[in-house]
């Protein structure tokens, strides 16, 4: 299972674009890509998956280099409520393995 | 859909008390995963199950941790006997596939 790295905090301005990065340098051919959010005090929330090209969904998109050893989760306009902390992991299958995430910040 | 339900929300006891936490999982999703998270350790994969079936234990901190899944609409974690060191919050989350887990509200475990 590949492990990931990412900035420990990050801060935007509402209505923003926010571009948040994870290396994942010792990722298989078929390990996928996940991003999860986990806002005050709940579980961690899906955001998005995805393997070799980019995706979107109505959450944010996801930029995946093209060696995939580092990839972008880009929210298009940051609001307060997207203050969270967001994991990035890579796994395949069973091999699962949170991260320690980066600290989004988000200033009115 | 409820979403994933976990209880009890929060849990006291005492140091060498047998502990259970409850997950039903979202209908229809065929996996189902255990996590602790710790301020220290953050967030750990305990044990996941595949249709009823555990696949992957290695996260498992030890014999008194042990996990069921009876049917495909129930699943417990059990302590016994739990420590101080065992205080966290377990998640239960479930997943019609490998992509997408869906997480429980979490349990919040102190043990005095």
């Known amino acids: 299972d590949a492990k990931t790295t990412q900035p420990n905090s990050m801060e935007s301005n509402e209505e923003e674009p926010v571009h948040l990065p994870c290396n994942h340098s010792t990722i298989s051919g078929t390990d996928y890509i996940h991003w999860y959010r986990q806002l005050p005090s709940q579980g961690p929330e899906y955001v998005i998956h995805?393997?070799?090209s980019n995706v979107n969904n109505r959450m944010a998109s996801l930029a995946i280099a093209e060696d995939r050893k580092s990839s972008t989760l880009i929210l298009h306009r940051a609001t307060l409520r997207d203050a969270a902390v967001y994991y990035c992991?890579?796994?395949?299958?069973?091999?699962?393995?949170f991260g320690s995430g980066t600290k989004l910040n988000v200033k009115p | 859909d409820a979403g994933v339900i976990q209880s009890p929300r929060h849990e006291v006891t005492e140091m060498g008390q047998e502990v259970t936490l409850r997950c039903k999982p979202i209908?229809?999703?065929?996996?189902l995963f255990w996590y602790r998270q710790t301020m220290m350790r953050g967030l750990e994969l305990l044990i996941y199950f595949n249709n009823n079936v555990p696949i992957d234990d290695s996260g498992m901190p030890e014999d008194r941790f042990s996990a069921k899944m009876p049917n495909a609409s129930f699943s417990t974690l059990k302590i016994q006997p739990s420590e101080p060191r065992d205080s966290a919050v377990y998640f239960c989350a479930s997943s019609p596939s490998p992509y997408e887990q869906y997480f429980g509200p979490g349990t919040r475990l102190t043990v005095t």
């Open positions: 995805g393997l070799t």
């Open positions: 992991n890579a796994y395949n299958f069973n091999k699962f393995y």
């Open positions: 209908s229809g999703h065929n996996s």
